[in-house]
């Protein structure tokens, strides 16, 4: 196997003149110069070889340079590299009905943006425009995504440089078992504290103001935090209840990565909405 070489000092001296890299101290970073990829592994410019336990941005699920996948794309690109959204194409209308096909409940009609940080914007602004209710529901253990509305519908302390944000964001506790907020002892307890909790919140802030709910399936880069037993459903019958749009944040878990196709499918549970991204393409 051969490995493509660049001049060390070229491909790290541009990247670090010129490029801006996110969640980064830019000064204190020294990125490795990535050359090539190929299955679940890929090689620096000095030709070291790299197992990436993390599927870059836990995106490649099938695994870099997938050959049916690269042959796709360029039987794409041979054909038709882009239209605008009001368009009909094959190809989009294929992906939609395959996705449909597989998504819970009777989840039917895809819209498709250009990543997972968008796809949560949009389920927040459906949400809102189908409740006619402004409040949204998530945890403080939660990754949501950077852009405007993502990064305040964000749990963990990355939001905080970027407050005060979007309004009508309320966080409460998910759990976690491991360290739970509710003193339980058993993973029943905590999923019965967690929605009393939930409950709770909903009680203080107005269930009629509240228009989603937005939960990670499985938290991702906040600990992946699987769900105890009976929580999701338990938030789906709340949700029922006050006539709360559910939304199932699957960015990171969706497209097999927890062994099914939707890792909500594990508890049989079907939301509202589903945002995904980065597993759907590999990439």
Known sequence: MSVLRTNPSDALKHDRSHVFHSW???????????TKTEGSHFWDEAGKKYLDFSSQLVNVNIGHQHPKLVAAIKE????????APFHANDARSEA?????ERAPGDLNMVFFTNGGAEATENALRMARLHTGR???LTTYRSYHGATGGAIQLTGDPRRWPSEPGLPGVVK????????S??????DIEESQRA????RDTL????????AAIMLESVVGTNGILVPPPGYMAGVREICDEFGIVFIADEVMSGFGRCGEWFAIDNWKVAPDLICFAKGVNSG
Do not use: N
């Open 195 to 198: 929605l009393q909790h939930l």
């Open 203 to 210: 009680m203080v802030e107005g269930p009629q103001t509240v």
């Open 96 to 100: 939609a009905r395959l996705i449909a």
């Open 172 to 179: 409460f506790w998910g759990p976690y078992p491991y360290r």
């Open 76 to 83: 794409q690109a041979d054909r038709l590299c882009t239209i």
């Open 24 to 34: 980064s101290a830019q000064s204190l970073i020294s990125p490795v110069v990535v």
């Open 181 to 186: 907020a509710f003193h339980s002892t058993s």
């Open 134 to 136: 402004h409040k949204i």
